[in-house]
């Protein structure tokens, strides 16, 4: 089985970048665990759990093969494949600030993945001043 790896290149500061997050339940199972209803007044919505066994889910992106990568806070990201089990952590992750509302937070693909496999993250670092936002970038290797 081949194993992810995410080379990172990091740059120091960064003004405002946030990816649309979403927040999942907990973790991937390939069957339904809950559905729920939800009406609104202008739409109806069926919520159903899809993943568990993440630790402080923040953010996800989609992958062209139908599954995604899960962004931590604590500073981990897992691939869930297409096929509803949770895959490995990917490795190369840079190391994160996770302390108060700091954490690996947004993940956003390449606007031309997987041509570009370029994966962009937003985490809190600590300085000696305090945390601080940085923007990392790192390649994925090994993802189909």
């Known amino acids: 089985m081949m194993m992810h790896r995410l080379k990172i290149l990091t740059e120091k500061g960064l003004g405002v970048v ?3 997050s979403f927040a999942l339940y907990g973790g991937f199972s390939s069957k339904a665990v809950m559905a729920e209803e939800i009406q609104s007044e202008k739409h109806d919505f069926r ?3 899809i993943a568990e066994g993440f630790s402080s889910p923040w953010s996800l992106v989609f992958l ?3 599954g995604f990568l ?4 604590i500073g981990e990201i897992r691939h869930v494949l297409a096929n509803g089990r949770l895959g490995k952590r ?11 509302q700091g954490g690996l937070l947004d993940l956003a693909l390449h606007p031309e993945f997987p041509e570009q496999p370029w994966l962009y993250m937003a985490y809190a670092h600590e300085t000696a001043q305090g945390l601080s936002l940085r923007l990392g970038r790192g390649r994925l290797e090994g993802m189909p």
């Open 18 to 20: 946030f990816a649309f």
């Open 47 to 49: 919520i159903t759990q």
């Open 64 to 66: 062209p093969n139908g």
């Open 70 to 73: 899960v962004s931590e806070r």
């Open 90 to 100: 990917l490795s190369g992750v840079p190391k994160v600030a996770h302390k108060g």
